[in-house]
Structures are given as structure tokens and as C-alpha cells.
């Protein structure tokens, strides 16, 4: 009889132990799939929702501007620049920016700032600076008032710490103050009544500016207070002017929030002398595959006269993409401390199946079966084995990632507030179905050749005697 027909009859004379080694390997193509796709899946969501919320995907530039970012390196918008970008399909908008930078001054405290012209509107598209402005702010007034309501002691001990803080998020300030979901309902109103925070918004031909909060604070600055801007214009004339501050944000980065300042981007053009002129157009698109962004970049970058040219994604965000980069290597050291466990719970069931067959291997030689014959029959059955709980662990992996991808794993509490603070839907989505399934399943299957290794040496370095005695 063939050998990997006896192969596949041995595996069913003992149905127990078969089950538990095959579930061993199906475990382990099952949970390596799935955290690996829960893993690239969230990667993917963080890392494009910071894309789509600032840079884009696609940029119009002068070719210049990247490697060096003044107001001298800008480009004239026409119309026929936007008609040209309009008329692809896939193109949904085209945002203006002019940005540059200043230094920003209140009576004597200066500060070097960024200065970003957006359109007021057309914004909301991309970074909706609108989300951004400052909603609550725990002035002290506020907490006298607030220790004077009908908040439990453990909040009100939480206020003091938190005095001349603003947030653009009732999470935030929610997670700030120790309140749980579930006494949410009946405290927050208390709180937001006391704590709101008029604020304002900037819009064309208006010479008003939003401040990040952490900078107001540092000048001194509030609703209604002047701000003065004083910087190099188009080429080398003088950038100067004063401005009304209509509104605060709050960035969720630090250093963005300790230096940003936004005007109406007519406003800006007319500071820095160069009216009609941008320094990026970014695009808002339908589809971002990668394919139809590279569609893109050849159809309207030939199209866009010179010094413009078309940038995408991947060279705007270098640094992040290397800070993505690092972070999913960290994810890989999670994923081979994974296969390490998964390497020892499959050792461990073919150990296990060794020593149970030991009398059985020596009978087979003592009556006349060569031992390479045994080690044959013994692999091919590894191998069965391990076919069977693979195919299993995908069949069952599949349906379970499609399910994720359209279903992602809604986030609640803490991390809710967290990733909402940041402008990002507070889900973990899986990541679909790409190479990195197959990689999975050839690193178990790797594994258990790896496994295979340990019955058939116990096969060749068979004692006769000492078997047929266990």
C-alpha cells in the first residue's frame, strides 16, 4: 500500500489525538490571521485618517515648494488649473492653501508661528478646522461655580487641576474630570451650562485669524484681542499686519497647537503680497486605492503646466510613514511572540503523540518496516496534519475577517474620548484579505515542517528494545 495512503488511515485509528493536534495548528493559523489583520487594519484607519485629515492624497505644488517651503516657491491659480483637476471623475474638490510662516506678537511676547490661509468653507473637507474650536473652558469663574452645583465631591476634587484648561471635545473633558459613562447623562449638562465657551470663526475678506489654544496662552490672547503678524513676503517684501482673533482651537498634537495660526487665505495672499497665488491645492478624492491615486498623478500631472507638478501621499508624509513604519515593526515583535507560543503548543502535541507511539514505531520495525519507510509514513501524516488544521484555520479566518472589515470592533469608554480628540472614528477595523494571509499560513506551515523534524529523529535513533518496553 502507498505511503501516504497508510499515511492518512493512521491518523484516523486514534480520531483524539488527531482532532487535538490538527485544533493546535488551526488555532494558530486562526488567531496569527486574525491579529495580524486587526493589526494592519488599524494602522491603515490611523494612518489614512491623518492623510485625509490635513495633506491629502494628491497635492498640486510648485515643483520647488517641497524642498524648499517659502512664500517665494508659490504658484498662480486659475481657473483652468481647477477645470483641469475638476473634470477627473475621481476628483470630488480642490482646496486652496497658502502657508507659511511669521512671527507672532502681543504687547512684548513673540513667537515664531505657522501661518496657514484656508479657505473657510472648503476646509471642512479635509482638517475641519470648524471641529477643532475650543467648545469648554474651565476659567475660574467656571469652578467657583461648578463647586457650587450639585457635582459629587470626587469631580468637584478634580477641578483645581484642570483650572484654565479648554477643550473642543465634551470626552475629553468628560474623561478629564473622572465621569463615568453611566453618571454621563445626569453630570455633563451641569458642566457644559457652566463651562461653554463662546467662540467664533473666520470667513473671506475678513481680516480675523483662529489661534491654537496653547499659543494664546502663551500671548496672553482671547476672544476679540489683537494679534499682530510680522513676516517676509513674495519675494522679500514685507509681510505685516494686524488681526482681530475671532476663535481658539485645540490642536491634538502640542507642537501643532503651540504655533498655529489660521487666516482666510485671501487675507493671507494680501499679507505676504501675493494675491492669487497658493502654495498647495489639495485634492479631495472619491477612491484612494493606490492604483487610481498612480491613475492620477500620470492623467492631470501631464496636464498641469510648468513649475507645477503633482505630489502624492507617500513623499508629503516620509516622516510619518517612517514613525508607521517603526510602530508596525513593534507590532511585528507581538506577532513572533504569537508564533513562539503557537511554535511550542504545536511541538508540544507532536511530543505528545511521539511518546504515546513509541511501543507502536518499535513493534512496526521489530516485524520488519524500515525505518525510513516509518519516518515517511510519520512526516506525510505531520503533514496532513498540518494541511488540515491550515486549510481549517483559513476557512474559518476568511469569513471572520470579511465580517470585521464591513463590522469593525467599536471602541467605548477612554479610548472612544482618545481617538474622537484626535478626529478619528473610534474603531478597529481588519484589515482585507492581501498577502500578508498567505505569509501567515506559511509561517505555521513552516512551523510544523520545523516539528516534523523531532519524530522522525526519534524514529532513526530508536532503541528496538527500550521501545517495545514503553
Known sequence: MKNYKIAWRN?????????????????????ALLMRSLQLGSYDHMFRNVIESYTGYL??????????????NVFAFSPEISETILKDKNVSDAVPRFESFALASSGSLTKGVLVMGIDPEKESLLSNVKERLVKYKLTEKTIENLKKSELPETVKSKLDLFKGESYS???????????????????????????????GYISSGNKEVLIGYRLAKYLELNIGDTLVLIGQGYHGTTAAGKFRISGIVR????????????????????LYGAPGMLTSLALCIK????????????????????????????????????QMESDNKSGGIMIAILYLVIAFGIFGTVLMMTIERKREFGVLVAIGMQKSKLA??????????GLLGILSGIAVAFPAIIIGQYNPIRLAGEYAKVYESYGMEPVMPFMPVDYYFLWQSVIVALIVGIAIIYPVRKIYKMQLVNSLKA
Open 169 to 199: 471635545s465634551g470626552g475629553i473633558l468628560q474623561l478629564d474630570l473622572g465621569i463615568r459613562n453611566a453618571d454621563s447623562s445626569a453630570l455633563m449638562p451641569i458642566i457644559r451650562k457652566e463651562a461653554s465657551f463662546s467662540n
Open 59 to 72: 497635492q498640486v505644488q510648485n515643483e520647488d515648494f517641497k524642498d524648499n517651503p517659502t512664500v517665494d
Open 287 to 322: 477612491d484612494n486605492s493606490d492604483k487610481k491615486i498612480n491613475r492620477m498623478m500620470q492623467s492631470i500631472g501631464k496636464e498641469m503646466p510648468s513649475p507645477l507638478r503633482m505630489i502624492e501621499w507617500r513623499e508629503m508624509n516620509a516622516l510619518l510613514i517612517n
Open 376 to 385: 515517511a509514513i510519520v512526516s506525510l501524516e505531520m503533514i496532513y496534519i
Open 251 to 270: 490642536m491634538p498634537t502640542s507642537d501643532i497647537d503651540n504655533k498655529i495660526v489660521y487666516l482666510p487665505v485671501d487675507v493671507c495672499q494680501e
Open 11 to 31: 491518523l484516523w485509528r486514534n480520531k483524539r489525538r488527531t482532532i487535538i493536534t490538527v485544533a493546535s495548528v488551526f488555532f494558530a493559523v486562526f488567531f
